[in-house]
């Protein structure tokens, strides 16, 4: 099964800009759709971000949409996420994880296990 591995996240102001990365290991992703997810204690794990195998395609949340842009390098089986005009809302861990279609990662069926996150602090 694929590995995941979060990083980038920190403490941030409210307005700032903020850049993940998520490396994958153990399978070839580059046929597969990614994305990025959010949660915060006692609510369910939200995806925010989705960006088909090709590239060509991205999906995004309302609350994000403007905001955040999702990239990826499949030659380092890399995926990002940046992050502007953060809110203290925006205050989550941040996972990723992949799947057959953004369709299926929009209803959180993903092909890899889960990795530790990455936390992001958002100050208001």
């Known amino acids: 099964q694929v590995q995941l591995v979060e990083s980038g996240g920190g403490l941030v102001q409210a307005g700032g800009p903020l850049g993940l990365s998520c490396a994958a290991s153990?399978?070839?992703?580059?046929?597969?759709?990614m994305g990025w997810f959010r949660q915060t204690p006692g609510k369910e794990r939200e995806l925010v971000a989705a960006i088909l195998w090709s590239g060509g395609l991205t999906w995004y949340a309302d609350s994000v949409k403007g905001r955040f842009t999702i990239s990826r390098d499949d030659a380092k089986s890399t995926v990002y996420l940046q992050m502007n005009s953060l809110k203290p809302d925006d205050t989550a861990v941040y996972y990723c994880?992949?799947?057959?279609?953004?369709?299926?990662?929009?209803?959180?069926?993903?092909?890899?296990?889960w990795g530790q996150g990455t936390q992001v602090t958002v100050s208001s």
């Open positions: 994880n992949l799947g057959l279609s953004i369709t299926t990662l929009r209803a959180s069926i993903v092909l890899g296990s």
């Open positions: 153990g399978r070839t992703v580059s046929r597969y759709a």
